[in-house]
Nanobody
Framework: QLQLVESGGGLVHPGGSLRLSCAASGYSLDSFAIGWFLKAPGKDRDKISCITSSGSSTIYEDSVKGRFTISRDNAKNTVYLQMNSLKPNDAGTYYC????????????????WGQGTQVTVSS
């Protein structure tokens, strides 16, 4: 069974950076696309980025384009989300989840959810 564990969250000032990690166990990530989702307070869980199983294609939600970069290291069975120029609206709990091969659909199309990692952006 594929299990995902997020890490790397924390408190950062506006304009700062964080790198989140999504580490997999129990199964190779080679055949899974991985999505990153943000659950902000009072809002629905939104897909903000995704990378296909091969890493050849990535997608980003408009509000994070140019600031966030998703990448993967299949040898380490880990997917990363580099977050730069963080804003208060980026705060919340970040989750990673898996989908076979491609990045398709919204959160309901993904499984093997991690427990989340908290990001706080505050001065």
């Amino acid at each position: 069974q594929l299990q995902l564990v997020e890490s790397g969250g924390g408190l950062v000032h506006p304009g700062g950076s964080l790198r989140l990690s999504c580490a997999a166990s129990g199964y190779s990530l080679d055949s899974f696309a991985i999505g990153w989702f943000l659950k902000a307070p009072g809002k629905d869980r939104d897909k903000i980025s995704c990378i296909t199983s091969s890493g050849s294609s990535t997608i980003y939600e408009d509000s994070v384009k140019g600031r966030f970069t998703i990448s993967r290291d299949n040898a380490k069975n880990t997917v990363y989300l580099q977050m730069n120029s963080l804003k208060p609206n980026d705060a919340g709990t970040y989750y990673c989840a898996a989908q076979k091969w491609h990045c398709e659909g919204l959160s309901g199309s993904f499984g093997s959810w991690g427990q989340g990692t908290q990001v706080t952006v505050s001065s």
